[in-house]
């Protein structure tokens, strides 16, 4: 399968439709970044899920909060090294309201780069799942993937 084909889609689904494995898996996550757990298996020990469920869905699930927004993001991108895609991305975000803070890019190897971005989407501006969403299904774009939000 083509890498463009296997683009990831987001939702937003309200809390009693997601399976409660997945709920638990917020919960650890919750637990180590506020360190009530030390480790992933006092975490799991704790909310009562595997540590196989716990690695197998971490980086799949996070909370939607309505005050993202004026939040950062931090996220990897994938990308051919073709003129303007970069501009692309750029313009993209920036149509987002989104503010760069760190940008940083690779040197492609065989026609590909990676870019690093952390960005601010300003209170009440910008809309940061249809930023993704939009640089996400950009023609010359591999691979997206949120690496935190604050």
């Given at each position: 399968m083509d890498k463009?084909?296997?683009k990831?889609?987001?939702?937003?689904?309200?809390e009693r439709a997601v399976p409660e494995v997945l709920l638990r898996v917020v919960e650890a996550k919750k637990l180590l970044d506020s360190g009530?757990?030390?480790?992933?298996?006092?975490?799991?020990?704790?909310?009562?899920?595997?540590?196989?469920?716990f690695y197998k869905y971490k980086d799949d699930i996070f909370p939607f909060h309505e005050e993202?927004?004026?939040?950062?993001?931090?996220?990897?991108?994938?990308?051919?090294?073709?003129p303007g895609l970069l501009s692309m991305v750029l313009k993209t975000i920036?149509?987002?309201h989104g503010n760069i803070l760190t940008i940083h890019q690779s040197v492609p190897i065989n026609g590909v780069a990676s870019l690093t971005l952390s960005v601010q989407i300003l209170p009440g501006e910008g809309?940061?799942?249809?930023m993704v969403e939009e640089i996400e299904q950009s023609e010359g774009i591999h691979y997206l993937k949120?690496?935190?939000?604050?």
């Open positions: 463009r084909e296997e990831k889609k987001y939702y937003v689904v309200r009530k757990a030390a480790t992933v298996q006092e975490a799991t020990d704790q909310t009562g899920i595997s540590r196989s469920s993202a927004k004026g939040k950062t993001i931090t996220f990897i991108i994938q990308m051919d090294d073709e920036a149509y987002f809309d940061a799942e249809a949120i690496l935190g939000r604050e």
